[in-house]
């Protein structure tokens, strides 16, 4: 039998026990440079155990769905902040912890002009494009120590469309 998880829309709601989405939707927080550029104030809650936050660029081949997803992987020393630099959707693929091992997967869309911050140590999938190119700006930790657990699902999911 096929596990498989169906693909919704991201909204900030959804989302939430995962981390935070970044959007410029609804009125800006502030005005600023003489009224010319709306400013959306701290939209993501970064956490670094120790080290610095980092600003890397992730160039990821695009998949398709269905989607056979077989790998989670955590960050515990810090958030992540996947930033698209590109305007198509891409895919979001999140778990809940179960007892230090990843529960049942959720999958979203994120469309074109959203981004998202994984919390620290929540389980997520691989970076996920779906178009060309899969060019992304990373927020995360850079410092000594382990920040990376994976874990194989055996056996894996699909992801389809919901």
Do not use: K
Not at 80 to 103: C, N, R, T, Y
């Amino acid at each position: 039998m096929t596990r498989r998880v169906p693909v919704q829309p991201l909204t900030a709601e959804g989302f939430a026990p995962f981390g935070d989405v970044l959007e410029a939707a609804g009125a800006p927080d502030r005005i600023i440079n003489a009224g010319l550029c709306g400013r959306y104030h701290n939209r993501a809650r970064l956490d670094f155990g120790d080290g610095r936050a980092g600003l890397s660029i992730f160039d990821a081949a695009p998949r398709s769905l269905p989607y056979r997803l077989d790998l989670l992987e955590r960050h515990p020393e810090g958030s992540q902040a996947f930033v698209p630099m590109h305007s198509a959707e891409w895919l979001v693929i999140v778990a809940p912890d179960a007892g230090g091992v990843p529960g049942d997967p959720r999958a979203f869309r994120a469309a074109p002009g959203q981004a998202i911050n994984f919390h620290r140590g929540t389980w997520h999938g691989v970076l996920t494009p779906l178009h060309a190119p899969g060019l992304f700006a990373v927020i995360d930790r850079i410092g000594s120590g382990a920040n990376l657990e994976e874990y194989r699902l055996d056996p894996p999911w699909e992801v389809t469309d919901a």
